[in-house]
């Protein structure tokens, strides 16, 4: 009997791309399984599911909104008629199983599928716990968990420490540093300092290296600067007939982005501190600070206090965010032990492991 499977989540591409590997593995695992995803309408999971071949389903729900509270008035109303659109859908598609990765639409489709006794599965990307989901975990059939420690938020008895799905083009990238370098047009025999903050952008980030973009032309280094989406414009004239500076709103082809850098500078969502883990690149985070519960800064913390990383806090990023890399660039003691360090907490076959698990509780 051909086996039937939600999943749920988006938002970000850190909820997405796991998403896609999960649902990749999956598909490897047994071909004939069918997946159905369902996302947030308006959200990124909508562009980005269909482009990787499989189809989605979009709630009219969003999250709580922490800046503005008179933007919550229809959340109520958002959440109810969610549910009467994941009941709709269950009811075509017969789920045997769900999984939610994080994002507005887990919530619905985790708890609806708890409700009619259909296994459900939760990956926790993240180092902290996020309400939602420590919420789901005392009913989940299983918590996938990317580090340890995470008895503080969920069922002990549940927990399986998998690590975090990772994009088969950066585990599997054979890409030289050479490589990278022509992608970019830059000089191979100077040092590359990649910056992220994110497909949506970093403000900090990208206020901090444009307010010192000299400095790495004074120091010798060369900057691969993603901006984001939402203040490219702002930023992207600034690269201009700058030989050592490519700018642009985002990275699609990522694994070339790795290969080129020598130092990376980068947000702390869990997805970044995976992929730089596989990666293995000395990195400086600077943690989005609203981030629910401060996940950031404790992803983060993770890897400083093992000293797999430097950080940087959001509110100093303008004054230190450039000298620290600039410091580190000149440290080659320092790049090496955390290249070491960060290399050797690589997990790459999570999004296998999943599978496996899951599909053992539905056959």
């Given at each position: ?20 590997a ?32 499989y ?91 990317a ?5 503080k ?26 490589d ?10 100077k ?14 980030i ?92 404790s ?31 000149k ?28 599909l053992?509780?539905?056959?």
């Amino acid at each position: 009997m051909i086996k039937k499977i939600i999943i749920a989540g988006g938002g970000t591409g850190g909820h997405i791309f796991p998403a896609i590997a999960i649902a990749n593995a999956l598909k490897r695992e047994d071909p004939a399984i069918e997946i159905l995803f369902i996302g947030a309408q308006g959200k990124m999971e909508m562009e980005k599911v269909p482009q990787a071949g499989y189809e989605i389903r979009g709630l009219d729900i969003a999250g709580f909104n922490r800046q503005n509270l008179l933007k919550n008035i229809m959340l109520p109303y958002k959440l109810i008629k969610s549910f009467f659109q994941v009941r709709k859908i269950f009811g075509s598609f017969k789920p045997d199983a769900v999984i939610g990765v994080g994002g507005y639409s887990t919530y619905p489709v985790l708890r609806y599928a708890q409700s009619k006794g259909v296994p459900s599965f939760i990956h926790e990307a993240n180092s902290f716990g996020g309400k939602a989901n420590m919420m789901l975990g005392k009913k989940a059939t299983k918590v996938f968990v990317a580090s340890d420690g995470m008895e503080k938020f969920f069922p002990k008895e549940k927990i399986m420490i998998t690590g975090n799905p990772v994009r088969s083009v950066i585990v599997h990238s054979k890409h030289s540093r050479q490589d990278g370098q022509s992608f970019f047009g830059l000089d191979s025999s100077k040092k590359t300092v990649l910056a992220v903050g994110g497909s949506l952008g970093a403000r900090s980030i990208n206020e901090a290296l444009a307010t010192h973009l000299d400095e790495f032309t004074k120091n010798g280094l060369q900057l691969i600067w993603q901006t984001g989406k939402t203040t490219a414009s702002e930023y992207k004239h600034l690269g201009e007939r700058k030989g050592n500076i490519w700018v642009g709103e985002f990275i699609k082809e990522m694994e070339m982005g790795y290969a080129a850098a020598d130092i990376v500078i980068s947000r702390a969502g869990a997805m970044a501190v995976t992929e730089l883990c596989v990666a293995g690149k000395p990195t400086v985070f600077v943690p989005y600070p609203l981030a629910a519960e401060d996940h950031q800064t404790s992803n983060a913390m993770n890897l400083v206090n093992k000293l797999a990383a430097l950080i940087v806090k959001d509110s100093e990023a303008k004054e230190k965010l450039v000298d620290t890399v600039i410091s580190l660039s000149k440290n080659e003691t320092v790049q090496q032990t955390l290249k070491t360090n960060i290399h050797a907490l690589a997990i790459t076959n999570a999004d296998e492991i999943i599978a496996k698990e899951i599909l053992k509780h539905i056959l």
